[in-house]
C-alpha cells in the first residue's frame, strides 16, 4: 500500500491572497484543502486556552499590542480591587469579569479570522507578527532579564519586594512614554 504524496508548495505571487484566489472565492476555498500546512496558521483551540491568561492568545496570534494591553487592563483592576475601595468594588468586578470573558471570546474571534485571512478566505491585511519564526524583541528580553533577576534575588538571597508595590505605575508610564514616542517615530517616516 502506498502512502499518499505530499503536495508541493509553491510559493503565492500575491501575499494578501496566499491561495492566488480571491478572497471567499470557491476557488479559494477548495485551494484551502492545499495550504493546510501553511506555518502562519495558529490554533484556535490553543488561542482560546492561553487567552484564560488575559493577553496571552492575543500574544500567539501575533497581536502583541493589544496582548499587553488586556493584561495590564486586568493586572489594573485586580491591583484597584486590592485596595477595597467601597462602593465602586462591584462594579470593577463586574468590568473584570466582563473584560476577562471579553478577552477569549477575541482571541478565538482573532485566531478564526487570522486563519481566513492567511487562506485568503477573508480580505484584511495580517498583523505585523505573524510569522513561522520567533523574532527576538530587546524591550522584552530586558524585561524578563530584569524581572527574573529580581524574582531570583527575592527567592534566593531574602531581597525585598516590598518597593515593586509602591512603585509599580513607573512602568506603566514607562510603557506609555515609550508607545508615544514609537507613534511620533512612526509618524515622521
Given at each position: 500500500m502506498t502512502s499518499p504524496q505530499p503536495v508541493p508548495f509553491t510559493p503565492p505571487a500575491d501575499p494578501q491572497h496566499p491561495t492566488g484566489q480571491e478572497p471567499g472565492s470557491f476557488q479559494a476555498m477548495v485551494a484551502r484543502t492545499v495550504y493546510q500546512e501553511d506555518p502562519r496558521l495558529r490554533s484556535t483551540a490553543l488561542a482560546t486556552l492561553l487567552s484564560l491568561m488575559p493577553g496571552l492568545g492575543q500574544v500567539y496570534l501575533g497581536y502583541t499590542q493589544q496582548g499587553f494591553i488586556n493584561v495590564l487592563v486586568v493586572g489594573s483592576l485586580f491591583a484597584i480591587l486590592a485596595r477595597n475601595i467601597g462602593?465602586?468594588?462591584?462594579?470593577?468586578?463586574?468590568?473584570?469579569?466582563?473584560?476577562?470573558?471579553?478577552?477569549?471570546?477575541?482571541?478565538?474571534?482573532?485566531?478564526?479570522?487570522?486563519?481566513?485571512?492567511?487562506?485568503?478566505?477573508?480580505?484584511?491585511?495580517?498583523?505585523?507578527?505573524?510569522?513561522?519564526?520567533?523574532?527576538?524583541?530587546?524591550?522584552?528580553?530586558?524585561?524578563?532579564?530584569?524581572?527574573?533577576?529580581?524574582?531570583?534575588?527575592?527567592?534566593?538571597?531574602?531581597?525585598?519586594?516590598?518597593?515593586?508595590?509602591?512603585?509599580?505605575?513607573?512602568?506603566?508610564?514607562?510603557?506609555?512614554?515609550?508607545?508615544v514616542w514609537k507613534a511620533v517615530k512612526a509618524s515622521r517616516e
Open positions: 462602593a465602586l468594588e462591584p462594579l470593577l468586578a463586574l468590568f473584570l469579569a466582563f473584560f476577562w470573558l471579553y478577552n477569549i471570546v477575541d482571541a478565538n474571534r482573532r485566531a478564526v479570522l487570522l486563519n481566513q485571512r492567511i487562506l485568503g478566505l477573508a480580505p484584511g491585511a495580517l498583523p505585523e507578527d505573524v510569522r513561522p519564526a520567533l523574532r527576538g524583541s530587546v524591550l522584552g528580553g530586558l524585561a524578563l532579564i530584569v524581572g527574573g533577576v529580581l524574582a531570583l534575588a527575592n527567592i534566593r538571597f531574602g531581597l525585598s519586594l516590598a518597593w515593586v508595590e509602591r512603585w509599580w505605575p513607573a512602568a506603566l508610564i514607562g510603557f506609555g512614554v515609550y508607545l
